[in-house]
């Protein structure tokens, strides 16, 4: 890590969201003691994204973690990985799938709505666009606000990974804590990705 954690503070902000951080994942993040502890007017804009991950995007849970946990694989942010496997966890969703995502082309594991969102976050992280066939391999399986959603959560889990991997900010160890805590109790997760209404 390039920059030390502050590991306390006087903001009262801060402090609040230590403790539910702590009560969520059972430890503070270290993205928030790098970052927000020395920019607390940016926790505004990062609660805003998080309430925006929390749902209302139209994208089923397992796949909102296949699309972060790829791009998040690409950028090479340890940090993103680890969380993603945690909130996967959390919500009992399967592992296989999150572990497989490097194979996303090839493996039986995923179905064609799944590998075309992947080809569109996978293009439009790596070139910044994305190409009309690529679009229409998408357009056939999600309807246009699921294209928001998509477009949106791989737009802002770049956004983690540039924070994050230049400043060497690595795992916290987040789902082997979420192991620890669900211990054994995760549900199959569900592979419908039909549009919803």
Not at 57 to 77: D, K, T
Not at 140 to 145: T, V
């Amino acid at each position: 890590m390039r920059l030390a954690p502050v590991e306390s503070t006087r903001n009262p902000v801060l402090q609040l969201l230590n403790w539910a951080f702590r009560r969520q994942f059972g430890r503070t993040l270290t993205p928030y003691q790098v970052v927000f502890a020395r920019l607390p007017r940016t926790i505004a804009a990062q609660l805003g994204i998080y309430w925006g991950l929390s749902g209302g995007h139209g994208i089923p849970p397992e796949l909102q973690v296949l699309l972060q946990s790829r791009v998040a694989a690409m950028n090479g942010c340890s940090f993103c990985l680890d969380i993603g496997r945690a909130m996967a966890t959390y919500r009992g969703l399967t592992l296989e799938k999150v572990d497989a995502v490097h194979e996303w082309r090839t493996s039986s594991l995923f179905t064609d709505a799944e590998r075309a969102a992947l080809a569109y976050v996978d293009e439009a992280s790596r070139d910044r666009r994305v190409s009309d066939e690529t679009f229409a391999a998408l357009r056939a399986h999600f309807d246009d606000r699921q294209i928001v959603g998509i477009t949106w959560l791989n737009a802002v889990e770049n956004y983690f990974n540039l924070i994050n991997g230049p400043l060497g900010i690595e795992s916290d160890g987040l789902c082997a804590i979420a192991d620890r805590r669900v211990g054994g109790r995760r549900a199959p997760a569900s592979t419908d990705l039909a549009r919803s209404a």
